[in-house]
């Protein structure tokens, strides 16, 4: 597991380099987000299962065949079961934005995940859509709490998406 600084020293430190403009202009990107960023990881925390349920909300007024007969969501097993994978999205999300950096989601959640789900058939489409929905719904809920530039947000999810997708 990594974040932004411990990334950027060890790929310096293989080289026995000295920070470069490069680095430094990271570091300065990575720091003025900082506040930002723990102020989204605090909302997240505090509304974690209400970002849920609107994402799963969102998701099955979408593609409502999910919770019919046949579909991935039916019966309450199933339909728990997509709601915790959600929660799992949201909570390593809100770890990999407080690091600046996507291996945690790599190493935690995204390992094995696409054999699993295609295993014991798990739609992945919808499950990208989920994602999306996801972001955009904290997005708006984090410009609501006075944070102007939310793009840092972006990342992880997008993360996900293109690595499960
Ligand atoms: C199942 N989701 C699973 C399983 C795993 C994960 C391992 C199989 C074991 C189980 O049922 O608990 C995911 N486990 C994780 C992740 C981590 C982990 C990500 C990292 C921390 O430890 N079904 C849908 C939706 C979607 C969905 C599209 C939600 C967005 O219709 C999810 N995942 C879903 C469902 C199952 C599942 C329904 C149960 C499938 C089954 O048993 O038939």
Redesign the pocket.
């Given at each position: 597991m990594r974040d932004t600084v411990t990334g950027l020293i060890s790929t310096y430190d293989i080289t026995g380099r000295y920070l470069d403009r490069d680095a430094i202009d990271s570091l300065k990107v990575y720091f003025g987000s900082g506040n930002d960023r723990v102020k989204a990881a605090a909302y997240i925390s505090a509304n974690a299962s209400s970002l849920v349920k609107a994402t799963g909300a969102a998701?099955y007024e979408r593609?409502p065949e999910?919770l019919r007969p046949g579909?991935?969501?039916y019966t309450t097993?199933?339909?728990a079961?997509?709601l915790?994978?959600?929660d799992?999205?949201l909570r390593?999300s809100s770890y990999a934005l407080v690091a600046g950096n996507c291996d945690v989601l790599t190493e935690?959640?995204l390992n094995g995940?696409r054999e699993?789900?295609n295993s014991?058939?798990?739609?992945v489409g919808?499950?990208v859509i989920?994602i999306q929905i996801m972001k955009d719904v904290l997005k708006e809920e984090l410009t609501t709490q006075g944070i102007d530039d939310t793009s840092f947000v972006d990342v992880p999810f997008d993360h996900l998406t293109r690595e499960l997708g």
């Open positions: 998701l593609v999910l579909g991935n969501s097993r199933r339909y079961a997509c915790r994978d959600l799992y999205y390593y935690r959640v995940l699993t789900y014991l058939e798990v739609p919808p499950t989920a």
